[in-house]
């Protein structure tokens, strides 16, 4: 609770002063600069910080004169559903949010919330790679009022708990399990048997250690980097998604720069792309160490087979829900028959 009151009153104070530098200075910074605010929710030893900020260097370096790049991290601007609003009213230019959330803003986005849709990582990655897959997606709220600029990785989600190892999706029964705040995960849940607690990333850590739920799914970073693995025991590798972050910008913001300018954003996007993936894969091995050697936690290696058949039925829910998606599962499908799983 007061981790909460003390997240409100950040954003209260964030709003606020973006609102001053707003009307003050008619949105630029000294001399005049444009400032290009980006929110994310990650501390600033994350590979998203580490990449947007590898990006405001770019920006600084090759635009410095026009531009200047703030990157707010820790929810300090808000939760992802607060920023992604903020983004589209032009408050502030771009933040990271999850795919998961962002199914709420266009129905498009439910696909790659699916569980198991990927064979494999390198699965995933070539179909995040690929634009004939991913363009659609994301440009389908352009119109309203901001475009998808790339992805990051966020590995694998998977299920931990304080107390019950989570063996098979029985195991899940009579336990509440926070979930991202999407209708996908809250069906997955359902069809797992568990009881869905949807709530925003910043509180999980309280709503764990009051015992308000039993447990929660997210890569191995949220174990350490946000503390989970203190209070919770074991950690299930059922493997249920590959779920990516997705960098989304105002779109009234990037139409208004010239040629040039948008190619050296562009640049940029790549370049946040690339070092968040080479953070991604070291963070998560120093993360899993940390887990089992400081904190205490028992990564557990369930039959996933159960687990996949349990969540099948949502496959066809969605692609029935929205017809238009279908050539694009079929895409992911080929890409999985390409790289298999390889376990
Ligand atoms: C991951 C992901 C975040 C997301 C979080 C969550 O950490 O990278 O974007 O907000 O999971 O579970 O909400």
Redesign the pocket.
Known sequence: MERRMRRCRALFWGIVWIWCCTCLSGCSGGQGKRIVRIGH??STNHP?HIALTAFQELIDQELGDKYVVEVYPNELLGS?TDMVQLTQTGAIDFC???N?ILETFSKDYEIFNLPYLFASTASYHHVMDDPAVTGPIFGSTEKAGFTAVTWLD?GTRNFYTIDRPIEHPSDLKGLKIRV?QSPTNIEMMRLLGGSATPM??GDVYTALQSGIIDGAE??E??LTDNGHGDVCRYYSYDMHQMVP?ILIGNTAFMEEMSVEERALFEEGFCLVNQVEREEWTKAVEKAKERARDEQGVHFLYPDQKPFVEACRPLHDRVLEGDRDLLPIYEAIQAYNVQYPSVE
């Open positions: 929710n990650q998203t992802q990271v949010a999850s998961a966020a991202q925003g990333f997210n890569n970073m949220a972050d």
